[in-house]
């Protein structure tokens, strides 16, 4: 979780940096509309949290998978439409409604993991997404050094989709260990049979007198 929460908040805080930028020279919008393009961005953030808020006790699992997922497809969508300014404005919403609630589901799985220790795992969680958002401006600040302002999205982009896949491979290996343990797997038959087997015989001799 951590993992994932780390590189969900270096991908977004990579080209989150520089959307004013973005959005002025790649987008084409004046000043005063990337104004309010930044109050839709954080009304979409409010929205992703409220609808989040709402569903994560009835969804606990997926919450964390659909948030990181739907940041990657807004991240690249801006990178590969961000220069067609409605498209640039769905995707910009996609973003701000991910930022929040990645955060938020993070912090709650985190909780269920360590449901007796919550305040390291609050600790932990918050250490971790601070760090995310050190690492991701200081990545935004060596791709738009090295490219353009179009390319920090793809960098969080893949950043997202590497977070999914952490969250993918977090799902699948205790489904592997479930198997593995399992009653009817090799090593599951092997435990049953020692449990099972019955007690060595044991001969007692009387002693003649």
């Given at each position: 979780m951590l993992a994932a929460g780390t590189l969900s908040a270096t991908g977004a805080f990579a080209s989150y940096t520089y959307i004013v930028k973005s959005l002025g020279d790649v987008s084409g919008f004046a000043t005063d509309t990337v104004s309010g393009l930044l109050v839709v961005f954080g009304v979409a953030c409010l929205a992703g949290v409220s609808i989040t808020g709402a569903l994560l006790d009835r969804f606990p699992h997926s919450a964390l998978p659909t948030a990181v997922a739907t940041q990657a497809v807004g991240m690249l969508g801006l990178y590969t439409a961000g220069s067609r300014p409605m498209a640039a404005v769905v995707f910009l919403v996609l973003v701000g409604g991910a930022l929040g609630p990645v955060f938020?589901?993070?912090?709650?799985?985190?909780?269920?993991?360590?449901?007796?220790?919550?305040?390291?795992?609050l600790a932990a969680n918050s250490g971790a997404y601070n760090a995310g958002i050190a690492a991701g401006a200081a990545l935004g600040g060596l791709v738009l050094h090295l490219a353009d302002v179009r390319a920090t999205f793809l960098a969080g982009g893949l950043r997202a989709v590497a977070a999914c896949a952490v969250l993918l491979g977090g799902r699948l290996l205790p489904i592997g260990a479930d198997r593995a343990n399992a009653p009817d797997s090799p090593a599951g038959l092997q435990r049953t049979a020692r449990t099972t087997r019955p007690p060595d015989r044991v001969e007692h001799h009387s002693t003649p007198r």
């Open positions: 938020m589901t993070t912090q709650n799985e985190m909780l269920h993991c360590a449901p007796g220790r919550t305040d390291i795992a």
